[in-house]
């Protein structure tokens, strides 16, 4: 998979150390030259310029990118780059990182994005995931805003332990994707069993939420 980073910072260049980890085509487009020699990777492409700039994505040859990831510091010029990857060059996907949690309602396919990362909301989701085991935790928001990613961690006094996930009734537009236990993953199938302590991975639209908050916890949903 060819991919294109703009932004080699700290975030953008542990992306492109983690995909080239696993034999990826990386190119980094950043403005600062000085940001090659401390980088440490190896095995990545360099492109020096603005990505802002058409003429800077055209060396870039961004038509030919699967994915196109801004990782910059700059929530507009994230914006700026997923706009022309998708209305100039056709990228198939492109990953937005967003700053300022202010700023990501705009961070959607009006702009070009097809996910945003919203690392500081990221980081509040690992903290409460540690601390609020037994209720659901938002990871990340998908695709223009409409789906996401979330978990819940079971309690050992959940109703839920030693059910099938396939006898559980889970709401419309809501997908169990995946149980993590005792640090494994686990491709979940209809007759595997839910333990205490297991994570629960689903993706599931915004509006599904509630309705699987109050499946998991028994707690009525809001508005119910």
């Known amino acids: 998979m060819r991919v294109v980073i703009a932004g080699a910072g700290s975030v953008g260049s542990s992306i492109a150390r983690e995909l080239l980890s696993n034999n990826h085509d990386i190119l980094l487009i950043d403005p600062k030259p000085e940001v090659i020699g401390r980088s440490g990777l190896k095995g990545a492409r360099w492109l020096i310029g603005d990505a802002c700039e058409i003429t800077t994505l055209r060396e870039a040859r961004l038509e030919d ?14 914006l700026v780059v997923s706009l022309l990857a998708k209305s100039e060059f056709g990228v198939g996907r492109t990953v937005g990182r967003v700053n300022n949690p202010k700023n990501d309602w705009m961070f959607d396919d009006s702009w070009g994005v097809d996910v945003a990362v919203n690392t500081p909301r990221l980081m509040t989701a690992l903290v409460e995931e540690a601390v ?19 978990e819940f961690t079971v309690p050992t006094d959940s109703a839920l332990i030693g059910r099938r996930i396939g006898s559980i009734d889970w709401p419309q537009d809501v997908t169990v994707v995946a149980i993590l236990r005792d640090d494994a993953p686990i491709t979940p199938s209809p007759d595997d ?7 629960l991975f689903f993706i599931t639209t915004i509006a599904a939420e509630d309705d699987l908050r109050a499946v998991l916890t028994g707690r009525p949903a809001a508005g119910d």
């Not at 990118?65 to 994230?78: E, H, M």
């Open 193 to 199: 069993v839910v333990e205490a302590s297991d994570e």
């Open 65 to 78: 990118a699967d994915v196109v990831v801004s990782a910059t510091g700059d929530d507009k010029v994230n």
């Open 132 to 150: 609020e085991i037994g209720d659901l935790v938002r990871l990340l928001t998908l695709h223009t805003g409409i789906s996401s990613m979330v």
